[in-house]
């Protein structure tokens, strides 16, 4: 168990430009989310999927996000035409549901500044 | 909609000191509540959980009871530590697993 990994770290880019950010969850979850975290907030919530179906998404996720897992192994989170309010940590964490029960781990982030 | 609200921050006392961190919650149904932490360049970590009524979380000298008749999950430690400066998050989640948190309390415990 490695944990959850996300990929950058961190990213600047120019407003307008695309971005699209890596999700590799503990091996075996089969639900894995999306969360958004400005500073001085806690995290809220974007999408999440279970195996490679995207079941829920915020209203926070605008059609310039888009997310994907493909094989219901890691997720991308893409940010089209990115604006400064983009600003933000962007986090990923995944859990494995049994049964009603389930906790998500949470990766390290990637942290977007948009200019 | 599900909401958490947490005690203002930041909070500052002295090592060995106890430590209170209010925590309510409105939400439809049976959520689970969960205390996460998150320390200085890291990302969050859980702390404890609770996932009915009267339940109590507990971990690394943290203690959080589910109250639902005052709709509550008070974090508490009855001697903090230098190493427990970090910021704690409160959290719910619905039937779909989703999480709502807090806005985050930033504790500081000095030597």
């Known amino acids: 168990d490695t944990g959850v990994s996300q990929n950058p770290r961190h990213k600047i880019t120019k407003r307008g430009q695309n971005v699209t950010f890596r999700c590799d969850p503990i091996?075996?979850?089969?639900?894995l989310y999306w969360y958004r975290q400005t500073l001085g907030q806690g995290p809220e919530f974007l999408t999440y999927f279970q195996n490679e179906a995207q079941l829920e998404k915020s209203r926070l996720l605008s059609d310039r996000f888009s997310a994907e897992r493909p094989k219901g192994s890691f997720s991308t989170l893409e940010i089209q035409r990115t604006e400064q309010g983009d600003s933000a940590m962007y986090l990923c964490?995944?859990?494995?549901?049994?049964?009603?029960?389930?906790?998500?781990?949470f990766g390290p982030g990637t942290r977007l500044l948009v200019l | 909609g599900d909401s958490v609200t947490q005690m203002e921050g930041p909070v500052t006392l002295s090592e060995e000191a106890f430590l209170t961190i209010n925590c309510t919650y409105t939400a439809t149904g049976y959520p689970s509540l969960f205390w996460y932490v998150q320390y200085p360049g890291e990302g969050l970590q859980l702390l404890l959980k609770?996932?009915?009524?009267?339940d109590k979380g507990s971990n690394k000298g943290f203690e959080a009871t589910y109250r639902k008749e005052t709709t509550s999950f008070h974090l508490e430690k009855g001697s903090v530590q230098v190493s427990d400066s970090a910021v704690y998050f409160c959290?719910?989640?619905?039937?779909?697993?989703?999480?709502?948190f807090g806005q985050g309390t930033i504790l500081t415990v000095h030597p």
């Open positions: 609770a996932t009915k009524a009267d």
């Open positions: 091996s075996e979850h089969n639900r």
């Open positions: 964490a995944s859990s494995l549901l049994a049964g009603y029960q389930e906790t998500q781990y």
């Open positions: 959290a719910l989640s619905d039937s779909y697993g989703k999480l709502t």
